[in-house]
């Protein structure tokens, strides 16, 4: 795993090398599937109260970068505290067979097992966001016109997605900058992303706007 982290991140992979031997002490739960372990955690409260317990020690690696609780301090690091346990569950599944393309995540993700993912998927799910308000209400009305006419029939009226798709209320600027200019513009890091045509026709003002907006929404 070690090889696939990138020099800098020093913090990180300190982090990382410290939290092996409790990944290694759960080896034994390697082989259960994903699928299988979160419809158990789904069906029975008692497993999902334990993995919920491994997902909160996980969750203090993750810190480094994603925050306390899953509110990230780094406007390029999105958020994970509130975000729908499904989507977690398909990028987590995305990372792990390559579809979803971003190194240290891929890697990451590899180090875990079971019921590390499940754990880590139940723990931020069930955090709060912080709300952060707009510095600039006008951009963000103009976002909100955009938003109401082409991101709510999938998002919400409240940006907080569904069980399939995204929540984007309160994510963090810069990442909501890059992921909105990479969906449009390449590379196309998430394949076949239902993003790439809603995004097709959205000058560089309206992502700002967007921006202003969606990052602020509660
Ligand atoms: C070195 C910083 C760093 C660390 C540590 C880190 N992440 Fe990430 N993570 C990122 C970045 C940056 C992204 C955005 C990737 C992109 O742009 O596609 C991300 C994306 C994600 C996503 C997708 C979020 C979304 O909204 O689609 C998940 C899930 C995730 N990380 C989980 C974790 C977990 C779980 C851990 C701890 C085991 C962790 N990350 C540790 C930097 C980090
Ligand atoms: C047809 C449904 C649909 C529409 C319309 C739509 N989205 Fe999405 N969006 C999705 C789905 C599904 C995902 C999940 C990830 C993926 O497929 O890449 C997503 C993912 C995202 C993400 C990444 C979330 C993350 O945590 O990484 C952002 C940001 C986003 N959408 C913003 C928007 C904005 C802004 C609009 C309006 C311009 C919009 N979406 C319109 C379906 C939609």
């Known amino acids: 795993m070690a090889k696939r982290i990138p020099a800098v991140l020093v913090l990180a992979l300190t982090a990382c090398l410290a939290w092996q031997p409790a990944a290694m002490a759960q080896s034994s739960r390697n082989k259960v599937d ?25 969750a203090a690696v ?24 499904a989507y977690l569950l398909e990028q987590v599944r995305q990372f792990a067979d390559g579809r979803r393309r971003y190194e240290f995540m891929e890697g990451m993700i590899r180090a875990m097992n079971s019921d590390e993912k499940i754990g880590m998927v139940l723990f931020y799910s069930a955090q709060d ?4 308000p707009t510095a600039d209400k006008a951009l963000a009305a103009k976002g909100q016109d955009i938003f109401s006419k082409n991101c709510f029939r999938c998002h919400g009226d409240m940006g907080r997605g569904n069980d ?40 560089d003002n309206d992502i700002e706007a967007l921006v202003a907006f969606v990052s602020s929404m509660p």
């Open 164 to 203: 399939q798709i995204a929540r984007i209320a309160g994510q963090q600027t810069e990442y909501l900058r890059s992921t909105l200019k990479r969906y449009r513009d390449g590379p196309n890091t998430r394949a076949n992303s239902i993003m790439t045509p809603n995004t097709k026709l959205l000058s």
């Open 129 to 132: 966001v912080v709300h952060k």
């Open 34 to 58: 994903i699928e299988t372990r979160f419809k158990e955690a789904m069906a029975d409260p008692k497993v999902a109260d334990e993995l919920y317990k491994v997902g909160r020690k996980v």
């Open 62 to 85: 993750c810190a480094n970068c994603h925050g306390d609780g899953g509110n990230s301090t780094k406007p390029s690091v999105p958020n994970l505290a509130g975000q729908n346990p």
